[in-house]
């Protein structure tokens, strides 16, 4: 079945950076468009980026525009999430997700990941 594991959470110091991983098996994610989401505790699941497949394009949240950049690479079945100048309002656990629809709107997903917490804070 369609699975997607997420790693490379942790804690960082604002202005810092991390790169997030999600892992896909069951499917390839050639042919699917792959979102990254997070939630904050006490706060409702946001989307943060997209990454379609066809055609190639990404989009973004505001709050992460010019921060954050989203990649994928075919050949290891993986999406990145490349965070930079982390802030301590990105806190919270990040999540990847499955869709055929590359909106920013969570439940156009699915398959959703088990989440990878970042934690920003000096």
């Known amino acids: 079945q369609l699975q997607l594991v997420e790693s490379g959470g942790g804690l960082v110091q604002p202005g810092g950076s991390l790169r997030l991983s999600c892992a896909a098996s069951?499917?390839?994610?050639?042919?699917?468009?792959i979102g990254w989401f997070r939630q904050a505790p006490g706060k409702e699941r946001e989307g943060v980026s997209c990454?379609?497949?066809?055609?190639?394009?990404?989009n973004y949240a505001d709050s992460v525009k010019g921060r954050f950049t989203i990649a994928r690479d075919n050949a290891k079945n993986t999406v990145y999430l490349q965070m930079n100048d982390l802030k301590p309002e990105d806190t919270a656990v990040y999540f990847c997700a499955v869709s055929t629809y590359c909106t920013l709107i969570a439940t156009d997903f699915g398959s959703w990941g088990q989440g990878t917490p970042v934690t920003v804070s000096s």
């Open positions: 990454s379609r497949w066809s055609p190639s394009t990404t």
């Open positions: 069951g499917f390839s994610i050639r042919y699917y468009d």
